[in-house]
């Protein structure tokens, strides 16, 4: 009897290794992925500019992000975010080599906590210049923009969904890295 339970102790030690494992590379799968998301935020947004020429081609009206402030918040933080997730892909690595690294998993929590704030406070504040420039306010005499700036515009929003999947991916990482702490 005592054998069989020795024998079980193993066999469940060495399943929460498996599982360790695999939610070990999925973060790393995870942390690519929000790259990608955060990069081609900040590169979409970055280079967003529109010109329309006015009744004649002396005089010329531009949209760029850079006008707008909220975007240039935006694309930095992007571009933070972007670089920081890069840097935490040895860590990413070395959480797939050794599965019980308790304090790494636990700076990733808190680090990939303030990188989700700073990531949807700058999405945040991009989404809602968006809806401006889309919708407009009508009590305030704001007019949609968007109606003579439509390239800016699609591609002012375009960089948004990005943006928010890296916010999903981060909330994803936190949670993946806390089930794998607790299971250590």
């Given at each position: 009897?005592?054998?069989?339970?020795?024998?079980?102790?193993?066999?469940?030690?060495?399943k929460?290794?498996?599982v360790?494992?695999?939610?070990?590379?999925?973060?790393?799968?995870?942390?690519?992925?929000?790259?990608?998301?955060?990069?081609?935020?900040?590169?979409?947004?970055?280079?967003?500019?529109?010109?329309?020429?006015?009744?004649?081609?002396?005089?010329?009206?531009?949209?760029?992000?850079?006008?707008?402030?909220?975007?240039?918040?935006?694309?930095?933080?992007?571009?933070?975010?972007?670089?920081?997730?890069?840097?935490?892909?040895?860590?990413?690595?070395?959480?797939?080599?050794?599965?019980?690294?308790?304090?790494s998993?636990?700076?990733?929590?808190?680090?990939?906590?303030?990188?989700?704030?700073?990531?949807?406070?700058?999405?945040?504040?991009?989404?809602?210049?968006?809806?401006?420039?889309?919708?407009?306010?009508?009590?305030?005499?704001?007019?949609?923009?968007?109606?003579?700036?439509?390239?800016?515009?699609?591609?002012?929003?375009?960089?948004?969904?990005?943006?928010?999947?890296?916010?999903?991916?981060?909330?994803?990482?936190?949670?993946?890295?806390?089930?794998?702490?607790?299971?250590?």
């Amino acid at each position: 009897m005592k054998a069989v339970s020795i024998e079980t102790g193993k066999a469940s030690k060495a399943k929460v290794h498996g599982v360790n494992r695999g939610i070990s590379v999925f973060d790393l799968v995870l942390r690519i992925v929000a790259i990608v998301g955060t990069l081609a935020s900040a590169v979409a947004m970055g280079t967003a500019d529109q010109a329309l020429s006015f009744s004649t081609q002396i005089v010329n009206f531009e949209a760029q992000y850079d006008d707008i402030d909220a975007f240039k918040f935006f694309v930095i933080v992007n571009a933070i975010a972007c670089g920081y997730l890069a840097l935490t892909l040895p860590f990413s690595i070395f959480h797939i080599m050794r599965r019980r690294a308790g304090k790494s998993r636990v700076l990733l929590i808190v680090l990939d906590a303030i990188m989700l704030v700073f990531i949807t406070s700058g999405a945040s504040a991009a989404a809602a210049i968006v809806y401006l420039a889309h919708n407009g306010n009508t009590s305030t005499n704001w007019f949609s923009i968007c109606q003579q700036y439509t390239d800016f515009c699609q591609r002012s929003a375009g960089s948004l969904i990005g943006s928010f999947g890296a916010m999903a991916m981060m909330v994803l990482l936190i949670v993946l890295s806390a089930i794998a702490l607790s299971r250590s």
